[in-house]
């Protein structure tokens, strides 16, 4: 309630590339691709954890880890190369993998380190309003606004490197969501895995506009025209 329609976020004609890395556990068939696959606004890609095309890294605007087991050195090297240009990394984690496989790539990403799990049910208890992030996407705001239920989530510890911002706080004052900024991009991180046995966020009214902001927030605006007779640069990408 309060949130505006899907529609209000329909950019000119362009096509964002979404690059999604699926855990070896999930199935392809899972809420991001029945969010991106079928709108013609989205680019969208997608592999499992064991066969990633780097090659597509290089085209995308937004690189999505889905819950992934397996963080190699070489993926890790790929998305801080990837920082270096304009786009968003988006890392949902596993809790199936431990804090030794997930830690290093969150010291690199400039994010909190993982510390533990905590299984209690809690609620996310506010947006903070401070962020810009979900500026425009609500008509109105209530007090009592509904927002997701959170079964399991890694509570975070900062490290000097981290600039993590908070965007969405639980009950205890702990983060679910927010970000970081490295290099030309974006870095955002859930606490809890997008999945039904950890949140219902995926099916919470949202999910939807979160990954719509962080889509489009990947896109720096560009000027809307060019005067005949200047000398300019105009970047294209590849």
């Known amino acids: 309630k309060g949130l505006r329609g899907p529609t209000s976020f329909k950019l000119s004609k362009i096509n964002l590339a979404i690059t999604l890395i699926n855990g070896k556990d999930q199935s392809v068939v899972n809420p991001f691709s029945s969010l991106f696959k079928s709108d013609s606004l989205y680019e969208f890609n997608s592999f499992m954890e064991q066969a990633i095309d780097y090659n597509f890294f290089k085209s995308s605007n937004v690189i999505i880890l889905n819950q992934v087991s397996e963080l190699s050195s070489g993926l890790i090297s790929e998305l801080l190369k990837f920082t270096a240009q304009d786009g968003a990394i988006v890392i949902n984690p596993s809790l199936k993998s431990n804090f030794i496989i997930y830690n290093p790539l969150m010291t690199a990403l400039q994010l909190p380190l993982l510390e533990s799990v905590d299984s209690t049910l809690i609620k996310v208890d506010k947006i903070e309003w401070n962020s ?5 996407v609500f008509e109105k705001v209530e007090d009592r606004m509904n927002l997701p239920l959170v079964n399991k989530h890694y509570k975070l510890v900062k490290n000097n490197r981290s600039n993590f911002e908070k965007i969405l ?15 030309n991009s974006l870095v955002y991180f859930f606490a809890a895995p997008l999945n039904e046995t950890a949140t219902n966020f995926t099916k919470h009214a949202l999910f939807v506009p979160t990954f719509y902001q962080i889509c ?13 007779g200047s000398n300019v640069v105009i970047n294209l990408k590849n």
């Open 132 to 136: 810009p992030f979900y500026s425009g």
């Open 169 to 183: 706080a639980l009950q205890n004052g702990e983060s679910l969501f927010g970000f970081s900024r490295l290099n």
């Open 216 to 228: 489009f927030n990947s896109v720096k605006p560009g000027p809307l025209f060019y005067s005949v």
